[in-house]
């Protein structure tokens, strides 16, 4: 472990004020002695960096798969006091609301036969991949509406069912968004990438459900062994990226002008409540209402695969729930002893409220949150809870996925694309991409073992097992 | 922008781009953000730049061609371009940047 980082716990290491200058609060970060040995230097420093911003409360905090990132490290989490503290891109990255959503179908294993040719109808419906046009062919109001409405846009648009919004985080539409605040060049790149996956580490996966760990969550889900599922994954796109660069370039200005001083350009800064800070959070807020939107006209195209191939009911497919990645809200939390409202950013982080949240829906309360926690391609995904101690230790948050330990790069230098989707095809796991790099990109070697990520997690406490999910096949941009 | 491999032959596409920021690591990154949304927005496939730069302003001409999947292969996403780990140090007539994306 790095010079200066302590073990306070089996799974969790401080990194003490003074680690950089600076630092109002101390760090922490919940790690293993196996995921240690690939912790990069440069992540801690970054995690400490977080720890130098106007109004942070308790710890900068990361979570097991904590890697390099931009700003923050990917892993994330800080809570920011509303009349001291900051808000950051640098703390949500470029890809706002990034984020995974996972739908139950009333199929078993037994059941899905023709898997080719449902990848193929999967990646025939879908548009993924360069210059792919979205099918929604939306007008500036309607993309407006898209922006301030979310998921509840997209099915009041005929893309879904009401419980599905019921489902998902913020109820799939964030409180608060200014689609003012987006600039044209933003919208330009929206309009038409609505209702696409995408590329990167994006994807669409069908998976079956391999073990059950707590089957009373897994009931009040939906959730049984043998049982086919779908998982989403996909962000807020170029809209996203574009709102992430333009009020980048704004927040410098106003970190000089609140005579903020940081250590990364790429934390630049303002006040909450400053003009600056609303102006980002409304844009921000638009993004991931948009990719909320995205998955769930992504997911009723799926909903629409299934029912067509396998003559099932479109509503006996059931959004289990959708969560953000990449995002920053307002959120009451216990800091102190003190109920107060935070400012909490989470970047590469999953919200994982325990049981009793009044946020949760009704079926949900006992349970406490999903939380969706997808492998890398042709490695498990899982599907946890949310627990009390991750609200009294990282303000109800966790992992988001398996976390990098190989650049994308390197990846294409080592592995072959057409390797690996036949290595993945002999262990029956379909993979469907426009070319072989792209799957190169996001071989299973280039991250951390998923399994080791959520055993941490579970460890902790923060999070707690629920099922684990074998994929079948994956379609890709 | 997506990454996109093409012909290194100076294309039909012409694009200028105009930037202002106060230091030369902001011209910089002003500049490759514009690329990024002229890439997607046009989808062009950028197969050379001529840069020229002032006080403050950095002026930018794209060649390029219209991107084709007959033609060209895509790779990976790039979301942005990181003001973490970005710089510029100049040797003699030579400037060398140090950009890191977020993929």
Not at chain 1, 159 to 188: N, T
Not at chain 1, 190 to 201: D, E, K, V
Not at chain 1, 438 to 452: F, L
Request: charged fraction near 20%.
């Amino acid at each position: 472990m790095l010079q200066g980082v302590k073990r306070i716990g089996p799974y969790e290491w401080e990194v003490p004020i003074g680690f950089v200058p600076d630092m109002r609060v101390p760090g922490r970060f919940f790690l293993s002695d196996r995921l240690a040995e690939t912790l990069e230097p440069g992540a801690v420093q970054q995690l400490a960096n977080v720890a130098t911003m106007p109004g942070i409360l308790k710890n900068s905090l990361a979570m097991p798969d904590i890697h390099w990132g931009y700003g923050f490290p990917i892993g994330g989490v800080a809570a920011f006091g509303m009349e001291e503290g900051v808000i950051s891109p640098g703390g949500v990255g470029f890809d706002i609301n990034c984020g995974v959503r996972i739908l139950t179908t009333p199929l078993t294993a037994a059941d899905l036969v023709r898997k080719r040719e449902l990848i193929e109808a999967l990646f025939s419906a879908v548009p993924t991949g360069v210059g792919a046009k979205s099918t929604l062919r939306l007008d500036q109001k309607e993309l407006l509406g898209m922006l301030k409405g979310g998921s509840k846009w997209a099915v009041e648009h005929g893309f879904g069912i009401e419980e599905d919004f019921l489902h998902c985080e913020e109820q799939g539409s964030m409180k608060g968004a200014d689609p003012e605040a987006v600039s044209q060049k933003a919208r330009q790149r929206g309009m038409p990438q609505s209702g696409t996956l995408g590329a990167g580490n994006h994807f669409l996966e069908v998976q079956v459900v391999q073990e059950v760990y707590d089957p009373e969550a897994a009931r009040a889900y939906g959730i049984s062994e043998g049982q086919i599922c779908v998982m989403i994954h996909c962000g807020s796109r170029g809209l996203g990226h574009q709102v992430c660069t333009d009020h980048l370039r704004i927040l410098e200005g106003a970190t000089r002008k609140y005579g903020i001083s940081l250590p990364d350009r790429q934390l630049a800064c303002a006040p909450i409540t400053s003009p600056e800070g609303t102006a980002y959070f409304g844009a921000m807020a638009s993004s991931a209402n948009y990719a909320w939107a995205n998955r769930q006209v992504i997911m009723h195209m799926t909903r629409e695969v299934f029912a067509r191939m396998y003559s099932i009911a479109y509503e006996d497919m059931h959004l289990v729930y959708d969560v953000a990645h990449n995002v920053a809200k307002f959120e009451e939390h216990t800091v102190d002893g003190r109920r107060m409202r935070v400012c909490i950013h989470r970047k590469g982080a999953t919200r994982a409220f325990g049981p009793g949240s009044p946020d949760l829906p009704q079926a949900y309360r006992t349970a406490g949150q999903p939380v969706i926690i997808p492998g890398s391609m042709g490695t498990p995904s899982y599907l946890l809870h949310g627990t009390a101690v991750a609200m009294e230790r990282t303000f109800g948050s966790t992992c988001h996925g398996a976390g990098r330990v190989m650049s994308r790069t390197k990846a294409k230098k080592q592995l072959s694309g057409h390797e690996v989707k036949e290595a993945l095809g002999k262990e029956g796991i379909l993979v469907r991409a426009h070319h072989n790099g792209a799957i190169a990109d996001e071989a299973p070697e280039v991250y951390k073992p998923s399994e080791e990520v959520v055993r941490v997690v579970h460890e902790a406490g923060i999070s707690r097992l629920v099922a684990r999910f074998a994929p079948l096949g994956v379609i890709k941009g | 922008m997506v990454v996109m491999y093409g012909s290194a032959e100076p294309g039909p596409m012409r694009r200028s781009i105009e930037v202002q920021a106060a230091d030369l690591e902001s011209l910089i990154h002003a500049f490759l953000s514009e690329v990024l949304y002229i890439s997607e927005v046009e989808e062009m496939v950028v197969s050379g730049a001529e840069i020229r730069l002032y006080e403050g302003r950095l002026e930018g001409e794209l060649s390029g061609e219209p991107f084709s999947p007959a033609r060209h292969r895509s790779g990976m996403e790039v979301k942005g371009i990181s003001f973490s780990g970005l710089a510029v140090s100049r040797d003699n007539h030579t400037y060398i940047l140090e950009v890191i994306f977020d993929v």
